[in-house]
């Protein structure tokens, strides 16, 4: 009966944090229009990487686990920039000097935003950093994980997405 209530409330805080995050129900895609900035202070825009797979991945500095799957994430990239699969960090409840040191640390090439508190709320319930979503072209989201993850993880969904994509060309 508890794993039941515990499995229940869980999915009712993954949808709530779904629709939270410019979601709709029909089609599960997140608001493009969403603007970040950058630790130069350029404005960002989601709807920027509209057309390409792109992983986002939501983190903190004073998380260990998203410290930890940093050096991932930058091999996502590494190993799928030029196939057109973006990787963005946006960072979460942390000041903008740590975020500049942690990256001074983690040596990561992908882009970086910043949330601030507001913005951080439309990502719904973030009391398990990181978050990270895979979106395919059209912005709809194909997989939610939660904490960090292995490289392995991301790269099935990757691959499906990127053969998908692949047919859909071949047959126009």
Same mark, same amino acid.
């Given at each position: 009966?508890?794993?039941?209530?515990?499995? $229940? &409330?869980?999915?009712?805080? $993954?949808?709530?944090? /779904?629709? &939270?995050?410019?979601?709709?129900?029909?089609?599960?895609?997140?608001?493009?229009?969403? =603007?970040? =900035? !950058?630790?130069?202070?350029? !404005?960002?825009?989601?709807?920027?990487?509209?057309?390409?797979?792109?992983?986002?991945?939501?983190?903190? !500095?004073? &998380?260990?686990?998203?410290?930890?799957?940093?050096?991932?994430?930058?091999?996502?990239?590494?190993?799928?920039?030029?196939? +057109?699969? @973006?990787?963005?960090?946006?960072?979460?409840?942390?000041?903008?000097? @740590?975020?500049?040191?942690?990256?001074?640390?983690?040596?990561?090439?992908?882009?970086?935003?910043?949330?601030?508190?507001?913005?951080? @709320?439309?990502?719904?319930? %973030?009391?398990?950093?990181?978050?990270? /979503?895979? %979106?395919?072209?059209?912005?709809?989201?194909?997989?939610? /994980?939660?904490?960090?993850?292995?490289?392995?993880?991301?790269? =099935?969904?990757?691959? @499906?997405?990127?053969?998908?994509?692949? %047919?859909?060309? +071949?047959?126009?």
């Amino acid at each position: 009966m508890n794993f039941r209530r515990y499995t $229940l &409330s869980t999915l009712f805080t $993954l949808v709530l944090g /779904f629709l &939270s995050i410019g979601l709709t129900q029909s089609d599960m895609q997140v608001d493009s229009t969403l =603007k970040f =900035k !950058t630790l130069q202070g350029e !404005t960002v825009e989601l709807h920027h990487y509209t057309g390409q797979i792109t992983i986002v991945n939501l983190w903190s !500095t004073w &998380s260990a686990s998203c410290v930890k799957e940093m050096p991932v994430l930058e091999r996502v990239y590494q190993d799928y920039y030029a196939q +057109n699969v @973006k990787v963005v960090g946006i960072a979460v409840f942390s000041d903008t000097k @740590k975020i500049a040191q942690m990256l001074r640390l983690t040596k990561v090439n992908y882009p970086i935003l910043i949330a601030d508190k507001k913005q951080a @709320k439309t990502f719904g319930n %973030l009391s398990i950093i990181p978050q990270t /979503f895979i %979106l395919d072209a059209n912005g709809t989201i194909i997989k939610h /994980f939660t904490g960090s993850q292995p490289f392995n993880k991301f790269y =099935k969904t990757i691959e @499906k997405l990127i053969e998908a994509q692949t %047919l859909t060309k +071949n047959m126009n």
